[in-house]
């Protein structure tokens, strides 16, 4: 693996001290204090988990820097107005400063993406670290991949999600089946068309991820889609953007009911991070809510939700194939929304298996390789 700090070059200023990256053209000096609070002293770190054995919180907020001497050309040594002195590796620091760099970038798409890019082997994804790395990557990339030649007895589905993640237990159970019974809680359950949605966005924390596994298709319905979420919020902020914000801002009633359950949250429709910027979308025309707003902004809404809806059911936004037996497929759900086309129980049988797994679990694998892969290489 490319050590992150090499994006980096450090400026070290003896006077007045001063440790100083560049990065693309512009500097930025490092605070005192997320210098000390990055200590890499032993006495001051766990060995194993690198957890702090000191309150860091407790630093005075007045600290400063005092000495900063170069240490050939990775070291520095640096002493604070709390008596602290250490020499500190400035690769470590380059990788404080740029760990999230280690996971690959979201990469929108539409319907000219090619399904066989984002087909991948089981049986080599699960004996070969490398390419399920390649498999982690293009999921994190894209937001979904296909798995094929995944044996189809029962329960093999929660193999493939513990490989991927995390099993995430619900009160449709560990994994659910999907095939038509008119007595099914749910849609899904069905033999009709279902648009594409977003699963239990009424759940709170709402699934990170979700598991398609098909046992026996024997129909010619019953068609796979799925449509990227970040690629039409690009087209929906350029054309409606007062209605885009709505979605961002304004939480709507998501609710799920049957016989024994009630679950009801509220959460806006677009998903975002920290930053503000989007990440997914809470979407499904059978479970949610008009907000309550003013006449106006309750059409600009409304306005906006279709528009939304209709751009994602769009041929231009949408993907589509016939999951055949022993193939599964994983997406972010709510990034990647979902659906498939009607079919004709009459015609043979169709059955899958669902299950729900944590999000953080992929990342979670994917820095665990990279992690193996960079240990490998030292010993080497």
Same mark, same amino acid.
């Given at each position: 693996?490319?050590?992150?700090?090499?994006?980096?070059?450090?400026?070290?200023?003896?006077?007045?001290?001063?440790?100083?990256?560049?990065?693309?053209?512009?500097?930025?000096?490092?605070?005192?204090?997320?210098?000390?609070?990055?200590?890499?002293?032993?006495?001051?770190?766990?060995?194993?988990?690198?957890?702090?054995?000191?309150?860091?919180?407790?630093?005075?907020?007045? !600290?400063?820097?005092?000495?900063?001497?170069?240490?050939?050309?990775?070291?520095?040594?640096?002493?604070?107005?709390?008596?602290?002195?250490?020499?500190?590796?400035?690769?470590?620091?380059?990788?404080?400063?740029?760990?999230?760099?280690?996971?690959?970038?979201?990469?929108?798409?539409?319907?000219?993406?090619?399904?066989?890019?984002?087909?991948?082997?089981?049986?080599?994804?699960?004996?070969?670290?490398?390419?399920?790395?390649?498999?982690?990557?293009?999921?994190?990339?894209?937001?979904?991949?296909?798995?094929?030649?995944?044996?189809?007895?029962?329960? %093999?589905?929660?193999?493939?999600?513990?490989?991927?993640?995390?099993?995430?237990?619900?009160?449709?159970? %560990?994994?659910?089946?999907?095939?038509?019974?008119?007595?099914?809680?749910?849609?899904?359950?069905?033999?009709?068309?279902?648009?594409?949605?977003?699963?239990?966005?009424?759940?709170?924390?709402?699934?990170?991820?979700?598991?398609?596994?098909?046992?026996?298709?024997?129909?010619?319905?019953?068609?796979?889609?799925?449509?990227?979420?970040?690629?039409?919020?690009?087209?929906?902020?350029?054309?409606?953007?007062?209605?885009?914000?709505?979605?961002?801002?304004?939480?709507?009633?998501?609710?799920?009911?049957?016989?024994?359950?009630?679950?009801?949250?509220?959460?806006?429709?677009?998903?975002?991070?920290?930053?503000?910027?989007?990440?997914?979308?809470?979407?499904?025309?059978?479970?949610?809510?008009?907000? !309550?707003?003013?006449?106006?902004?309750?059409?600009?809404?409304?306005?906006?939700?279709?528009?939304?809806?209709? !751009?994602?059911?769009?041929?231009?936004?949408?993907?589509?194939?016939?999951?055949?037996?022993?193939?599964?497929? !994983?997406?972010?759900?709510?990034?990647?929304?979902?659906?498939?086309?009607?079919?004709?129980?009459?015609?043979?049988?169709?059955?899958?298996?669902?299950?729900?797994?944590?999000?953080?679990?992929?990342?979670?694998?994917?820095?665990?390789?990279?992690?193996?892969?960079?240990?490998?290489?030292?010993?080497?």
């Amino acid at each position: 693996m490319q050590p992150i700090s090499r994006r980096y070059t450090f400026l070290i200023h003896e006077q007045p001290p001063a440790v100083v990256i560049e990065d693309g053209g512009q500097s930025h000096e490092l605070s005192p204090l997320w210098l000390r609070e990055r200590t890499q002293a032993p006495d001051q770190l766990e060995g194993m988990t690198q957890q702090r054995l000191f309150d860091s919180h407790a630093i005075d907020a007045d !600290l400063t820097l005092v000495r900063a001497v170069r240490v050939g050309e990775q070291r520095v040594d640096l002493t604070f107005s709390d008596g602290h002195r250490e020499t500190y590796d400035l690769s470590t620091l380059g990788d404080e400063l740029g760990e999230t760099d280690l996971f690959p970038v979201a990469e929108p798409w539409d319907a000219t993406l090619a399904p066989q890019q984002m087909r991948f082997d089981w049986n080599r994804v699960l004996n070969d670290p490398a390419y399920f790395q390649a498999s982690l990557d293009a999921y994190l990339r894209r937001g979904y991949i296909v798995l094929y030649g995944v044996p189809t007895d029962p329960e %093999r589905i929660l193999q493939v999600g513990s490989h991927f993640g995390y099993v995430k237990e619900t009160n449709f159970g %560990r994994y659910f089946e999907v095939y038509s019974r008119p007595s099914g809680n749910d849609l899904a359950y069905r033999s009709v068309a279902l648009g594409p949605h977003t699963d239990n966005p009424y759940r709170d924390p709402v699934p990170g991820i979700q598991l398609l596994h098909c046992l026996v298709n024997e129909t010619t319905g019953g068609l796979s889609t799925l449509a990227d979420s970040l690629k039409v919020l690009e087209q929906l902020r350029q054309e409606m953007p007062d209605g885009y914000e709505l979605l961002k801002q304004i939480p709507v009633r998501f609710r799920f009911v049957d016989a024994g359950t009630r679950l009801v949250t509220q959460r806006t429709m677009i998903q975002t991070d920290d930053d503000g910027h989007p990440t997914g979308v809470h979407y499904s025309p059978r479970l949610d809510a008009l907000p !309550l707003l003013s006449d106006a902004q309750t059409r600009l809404f409304h306005r906006a939700r279709q528009r939304l809806g209709e !751009l994602l059911a769009d041929p231009a936004y949408e993907v589509r194939f016939a999951l055949g037996a022993g193939e599964l497929m !994983l997406f972010d759900n709510s990034r990647v929304l979902h659906g498939r086309t009607s079919y004709d129980s009459n015609e043979g049988h169709r059955h899958l298996q669902g299950c729900y797994l944590d999000a953080d679990g992929p990342r979670e694998r994917f820095a665990s390789l990279l992690k193996t892969h960079a240990s490998i290489e030292e010993v080497a």
